[in-house]
């Protein structure tokens, strides 16, 4: 078992540096505040919680704590591809009291890097209405030519937020 370890950040539910973990999911590219980051497993089998959300993958055990796993792929309606070598699991903090669980696993196809950004390489999120709600997007930034999506970590896992459809 591979494990990356990140330094508790004092501010780990208030994110007030610029370092963001990059990943992919299928062909596009996502970040999320390294502050949210303890840290990335590699894929290990999960339990299966048929009693859970569609979006839930599973159950993870990580030091004798079952933490929810939530499927990326299933929540954008990707469809579903076996887990390879880069298959990871972002473990992340939420900040939110309506969470029955402090920490989550989040299922990505592959680690990027982590990268520090400045308030000017942000943009802000376009007000497009293509799809149902975009709010999970917190912004825009070009990394090496790349333009990655900044997710908000606790819209995105919010306990009243995993309802979706089952694809694949």
Known sequence: MSVIKFPASPAAHKPTHDLYLTFFVGQESYAIHQARVHEIVRQRPLIAAPWMSPCIHGLVQLRHTALPVVDLRRKF?????????????????????????????????????????????????P?????????????????????????DVDWLLARERFACEAHG
């Not at 903090?93 to 669980?101: F, G, K, P, Q, V």
């Not at 293509?130 to 990655?148: E, P, Q």
Request: hydrophobic letters at 40%; charged letters at 25%; aromatic letters at 4%.
């Open 77 to 125: 309606g990707l469809r579903h591809i076996e887990d390879t070598e880069h298959t990871s699991i972002i473990i992340a903090s939420l900040d939110t009291a309506e969470s029955a669980h402090p920490s989550i696993g989040i299922v990505v196809d592959r680690i990027a890097e982590k990268v520090r950004l400045q308030p000017h390489q942000i943009e802000e999120t």
């Open 127 to 151: 007000e497009f209405k293509i799809s149902s709600d975009t709010a999970f997007v917190r912004g825009l930034a070009y990394i090496k030519g790349t333009m990655r999506m900044l997710l």
